[in-house]
């Protein structure tokens, strides 16, 4: 690695498989820096944004030097993230992508099919640059990125040349579909449950995309963590990855409960600045989703049962 050339831990795994309460606590270990979901960094920011520690993104501590940091390297010509009002978000991460290019990733087509490829080597290189700028300001060696997005990663392996760490959070299927359904049924009032073949058909195929996506990554530059070990025994997940990164991990898990004072996130998952804003610890505990499924969603998950154990694990 070149000096101050962080290695980013790339968090990834199935949507509501608590990536974002595992890189929360990977963010407590000493020499890493939890940036949260990278990929929506400029869409989020504006002047009022609150960052989690309580204040506003431009007066925090923390984001501060970063931010006059890259508005010092643009100012000298340096291509990097852009922090305005005006900035959206760039076409790659777009939650309202053409419906063909969605299900063409879904399928597994490769980004240099769906977009242009200079667009992806810019899109690479604002990241890289990024990632140096927050490493230097923050002296820090390991940059933790929850965006989870399959897509990004793809992007960033193939066009950046700083190393990536994928950390791969693996829930079982049962209760990541449990957790998917229970947010629809909150949020989509013409949620019914026969529905739940087509939410059973995304995890499916988002299933064997993330098998494929990492099959491209060496096992040293790879780790899997089990949701339910990280949160019934931490101790074991700490030195798991204490062996497979070569450094000290503390994931700041007293009992059951960990605090967020050491955050300084303000994109992404919206509950983890409202927590942190409370001040209180947050209780972690495994549940068993299965209890909010109906019959059928339950008939449902048991014939496609086969299909995920055909795709492995």
Known sequence: MEMNSPKVIYITGLA??????????????????????VNYLENDYHHKKICSCGQKVDDCP???????????DSENQIETLTFSQDQTLRTIDKRSRPL???????????????????????????HQNFMHELSSTLNVDFVVDASKNFTRLQVLHQYSDFPIHVI??????????????????????FYLPLFAPVYLSVILFRVRGLRRQLKVFDHSNLSIVDYEAFI???????????KELGTPVELGICGNEFGLDHLHVFT????????????EKVTIKSGDGRAT????????YRAFSPLFKLLGD
Not at 107 to 118: A, Q
Not at 171 to 188: F, M, V
Not at 268 to 279: E, R, Y
């Open 232 to 242: 019934d025994d931490p101790s074991s997940v700490e030195a798991q990855l204490t």
């Open 62 to 72: 923390v984001w501060r030097p970063v931010l006059n940091c890259v508005k010092s």
């Open 268 to 279: 992404g998952n919206i509950w983890l600045a409202q927590a942190a804003k409370t001040g």
């Open 293 to 300: 499924l109906s019959w059928f969603e339950k008939l449902s």
């Open 16 to 37: 509501y498989s608590g990536t974002t309460l595992f890189s929360a606590a990977l963010g407590y270990s000493k020499s890493f820096f939890n940036a949260g979901e």
């Open 100 to 126: 063909w290019i969605r299900l063409l990733t879904l399928l597994g087509v490769r980004p240099e099919y769906l977009f242009e490829k200079e667009e992806l080597k810019d899109y690479a290189l604002r």
């Open 168 to 189: 791969y959070v693996r829930r079982s299927h049962i209760q990541t579909y449990a957790s998917r359904l229970k947010r629809a049924k909150r949020r989509n009032r």
